[in-house]
């Protein structure tokens, strides 16, 4: 190395001309430079740059060979002329190569942006939100193919569509402000909720949240994203119109037990005047208005106890085509001949398990709604059917996999979303004042939910009332109908407690006129320091749910630890307490619902002592 650095001292002093000593030095730095070049390339971790500079060292090299070896060497005609063909393809071979490198490198990051575009372009495409590109001008210039899932459009239809075409008229005013305020600067955000159009013409409700990008090189526009929020909307108005439900029901419910005692004593009592020998007709007729106003006022407790879903049930295993055939000719009597009704049943429809009389009060309530709808005549529909969730979509209120459906439909005049968002309210009526009290279909509500069912409606100006309710269904065997005992008269001995003087009163009398030997007790400590004195004595108990100090089930509880196979009978004009849930589906708990008439009452007493084991 000292020696090749003193041969270019020894040749830079000969050279005759300051000139050819800075062509020789730049030439011995061309030298240094391709060979240092050669040498860093090594220690790059940079492609193109190792790439570059490879390139650039044998090409400062071979034409500083050749130019030092022209110029200081004194080469012949023909060594100059192979000198500088040498040059020349080195030359060529230089630009060709420094061309593929610059057209790899190019290559390489058009890869990259089309592989990053389709990266970008497959999360779009595939996002359950809509994204749109829209011009300030309200203009689609492009829409994600989610639209097709949300709104039904094909993507290809929309483009160079307004925006606010899609729109609901209520809320385009709305939509045109926000756009307005979005085009004021660059970068502004703005959100909102937005119904759009269908493509089957009903309304989704949209969450939009959009942004203007007019400084972003390509898009120079707004940019939306809308989310379908369609069903979460409906469960919130869902859960809004139950919690309204709910606080009227704990209103009913809460003066339903005061308001039954009062109706007891109020219909057992004409009961009795009824059978008074010493009345005239006019007193006759005064005193079945009293019993039939009673009558009404027990009735309206009951509906606002069935919307509340606090009223008592006996569900039983029962077969729902048997129920719409018993109530078939008293239906076609009430809808009346100017209403065409079709009755189409499936020929093995699934049990169900429900309250029948509840049953008939629904298909009843619902008949006549739908017979109200069409005042100039029309058709009513009503089917069963065996449904499952697949036959309903994933999305359906169905309470199990495998449901009974039934289906009432009619050709009325049909309800507006605002009416259809209000139908299951109580005293909510769109009839003339004193047509209806507004608690039939909330009733039909409080029936469905209790039962543990499933209602959903559908209707449309124009279109008909479309209701139909889904039971789970069960593959238990019939209940045996329930018979009514021949004898109401009895010898028995009955421990009767209840805390309302007027209602124990009443019972007393009732259950005494039909031979009974009847303990009266206001209180449960009463009436257990009078079993405990007599227990084999006392052939039922007939006791009040609710009362100070012990419940009547607490009472029982006691009782039966004296005796226990002693009969129980509880009343109850509303309650929520453990023993209901379990008589739910527990034949063998035994209620009577206030207000009753002498007959239930001692029906209810006379089933309960006939089914007795024969040792008790």
Same mark, same amino acid.
């Given at each position: 190395m000292i020696q090749a650095v003193g041969e270019v001292a020894s040749t830079w002093q000969l050279l005759p001309h300051p000139v050819s000593r800075l062509v020789y030095t730049l030439l011995f730095m061309v030298f240094v430079l391709g060979t240092a070049m050669l040498a860093v390339r090594r220690f790059s971790s940079n492609r193109l740059f190792s790439q570059?500079?490879?390139?650039?060292?044998?090409?400062?090299?071979?034409?500083?060979?050749?130019?030092?070896?022209?110029?200081?060497?004194?080469?012949?005609?023909v060594e100059m002329i192979l000198s500088w063909s040498v040059s020349a393809a080195a030359i060529y071979w230089f630009l060709g190569r420094m061309n593929r490198i610059a057209k790899a490198e190019t290559d390489l990051r058009l890869a990259a942006i089309k592989e990053s575009e389709t990266r970008f372009q497959a999360i779009i495409e595939n996002a359950a939100d809509v994204v749109s590109i829209v011009g300030f001008d309200g203009v689609l210039r492009y829409v994600s193919t989610a639209v097709t899932r949300v709104l039904g459009f094909e993507t290809q239809a929309l483009q160079g569509m307004s925006i606010f075409e899609l729109m609901h008229p209520d809320d385009a005013s709305v939509a045109s402000a926000l756009f307005k305020e979005l085009a004021e600067q660059a970068g502004n955000v703005?959100?909102?909720?937005?119904?759009?159009?269908?493509?089957?013409?009903?309304?989704?409700?949209?969450?939009?949240?959009?942004?203007?990008?007019?400084?972003?090189?390509?898009?120079?526009?707004?940019?939306?994203?809308?989310?379908?929020?369609?069903?979460?909307?409906?469960?919130?108005?869902?859960?809004?119109q139950a919690q309204r439900m709910e606080t009227v029901g704990q209103l009913a419910g809460g003066i339903a037990h005061d308001f039954n005692n009062l109706l007891t004593a109020i219909i057992g009592r004409t009961e009795f005047l009824a059978h008074g020998e010493n009345l005239d007709a006019t007193q006759r007729e005064d005193v079945e208005e009293i019993r039939l106003a009673g009558t009404r006022a027990a009735s309206l407790t009951r509906q606002l106890l069935a919307f509340s879903r606090k009223q008592v049930l006996t569900p039983r295993v029962v077969d729902l085509n048997a129920v719409i055939h018993g109530m078939e000719p008293m239906l076609r009597r009430l809808i009346g001949e100017d209403i065409v009704v079709q009755i189409v049943l499936e020929v093995e429809l699934g049990h169900i398990t429900a309250d029948r009389g509840q049953l008939e009060q629904v298909l009843l309530n619902?008949?006549?709604?739908?017979?109200?709808?069409?005042?100039?005549?029309?058709?009513?529909?009503?089917?069963?059917?065996?449904?499952?969730?697949?036959?309903?979509g994933v999305n359906a209120d169905a309470?199990?996999?495998?449901?009974?459906? &039934?289906? @009432?439909? %009619?050709?009325?005049?049909?309800? $507006?979303?605002?009416? !259809?968002?209000?139908?299951?309210?109580?005293?909510?009526?769109?009839?003339?004042?004193?047509?209806?009290?507004?608690?039939?279909?909330?009733?039909?509500y409080g029936i469905v939910k209790q039962s543990g069912a499933a209602i959903t409606v559908d209707s449309g100006i124009g279109r008909g009332t479309s209701f139909r309710i889904l039971f789970p269904r069960t593959d238990d065997e019939l209940s045996a109908p329930q018979l009514?005992?021949?004898?109401?008269?009895?010898?028995?001995?009955? &421990?009767? @407690?209840? %805390?309302?003087?007027?209602?124990? $009163?009443?019972?007393? !009398?009732?259950?005494?006129?039909?031979?009974?030997?009847?303990?009266?007790?206001?209180?449960g400590k009463e009436a257990l320091r009078a079993f405990a004195s007599a227990p084999e004595l006392i052939d039922?108990?007939?006791?009040?749910?609710?009362?100070?100090?012990?419940?009547?089930?607490?009472?029982?509880?006691?009782?039966?630890?004296?005796?226990?196979?002693?009969?129980?009978?509880?009343?109850?004009?509303?309650?929520?307490?453990?023993?209901?849930?379990?008589? &739910?589906?527990?034949?063998?708990?035994?209620?009577?619902?206030?207000?009753?008439?002498?007959?239930?009452?001692?029906?209810?007493v006379r089933a309960l002592l006939d089914a007795r084991p024969s040792s008790a």
């Open positions: 570059v500079v490879t390139t650039l060292g044998i090409f400062l090299l071979v034409i500083g060979t050749i130019v030092y070896t022209v110029a200081f060497r004194g080469l012949q005609l703005r959100s909102g909720e937005i119904r759009f159009r269908h493509k089957d013409g009903s309304w989704r409700i949209l969450h939009l949240t959009a942004k203007n990008l007019e400084d972003v090189r390509g898009i120079e526009a707004i940019v939306v994203n809308t989310r379908d929020i369609t069903h979460q909307k409906t469960l919130e108005t869902e859960l809004q619902l008949c006549v709604n739908a017979r109200d709808a069409m005042p100039d005549g029309g058709a009513l529909s009503i089917k069963t059917a065996n449904v499952s969730s697949s036959d309903l309470p199990s996999a495998e449901q009974v459906m &039934l289906f @009432v439909s %009619d050709t009325g005049h049909g309800m $507006d979303e605002e009416t !259809r968002a209000h139908i299951f309210e109580p005293f909510f009526t769109t009839k003339p004042e004193g047509k209806g009290t507004g608690l039939g279909l909330s009733t039909v009514v005992p021949r004898s109401r008269q009895g010898t028995e001995t009955l &421990l009767l @407690v209840e %805390d309302d003087r007027a209602v124990r $009163d009443l019972a007393d !009398r009732i259950l005494s006129d039909r031979g009974y030997r009847v303990t009266p007790c206001s209180d039922i108990v007939v006791t009040d749910l609710i009362m100070p100090g012990m419940s009547g089930r607490e009472l029982v509880q006691a009782l039966r630890q004296i005796r226990p196979s002693v009969a129980a009978l509880y009343v109850s004009g509303y309650t929520e307490d453990e023993i209901i849930r379990r008589g &739910l589906h527990d034949p063998s708990v035994a209620f009577l619902q206030k207000p009753f008439t002498a007959d239930e009452l001692t029906n209810k």
